[in-house]
């Protein structure tokens, strides 16, 4: 079992910066990869980014490229995204997840998922 709350939301003006924190919990969590989603009011859930345990791999959303960072310390059972040169498209409820298997780039196959956090950009 793997338990996971999200911090870091907030409200930001267009082109500033932001860092979102996942903390994991459970004895599971060795071995998982890590992805970041977002959904927006009216919209269905879309892939942000994601790692792989070992922070080797690393995967994002074309939307993203070039702004956000995801990584991880292990030690501490944390993820984080990096969001630079935010955009009012960008708001939206963040969500992180965890996957028992390989990196993935959609919702299915994730077990486990946090609460969310919000984070709104005003232009």
């Known amino acids: 079992q793997v338990q996971l709350v999200e911090s870091g939301g907030g409200l930001v003006q267009a082109g500033g910066s932001l860092r979102l924190s996942c903390a994991a919990s459970g004895r599971t969590f060795s071995g998982y990869a890590m992805g970041w989603f977002r959904q927006a009011p009216g919209k269905e859930r879309e892939f942000v980014a994601a790692?792989?345990?070992?922070?080797?791999?690393?995967n994002y959303a074309d939307s993203v490229k070039g702004r956000f960072t995801i990584s991880r310390d292990n030690a501490k059972n944390t993820v984080y995204l990096q969001m630079n040169i935010l955009k009012p498209e960008d708001t939206a409820v963040y969500y992180c997840?965890?996957?028992?298997?390989?990196?993935?780039?959609?919702?299915?196959?994730?077990?486990?998922w946090g609460q969310g956090t919000q984070v709104t950009v005003s232009s």
């Open positions: 790692i792989s345990w070992s922070g080797g791999n690393t």
């Open positions: 997840a965890a996957d028992p298997g390989p990196i993935r780039v959609t919702t299915k196959g994730y077990d486990y």
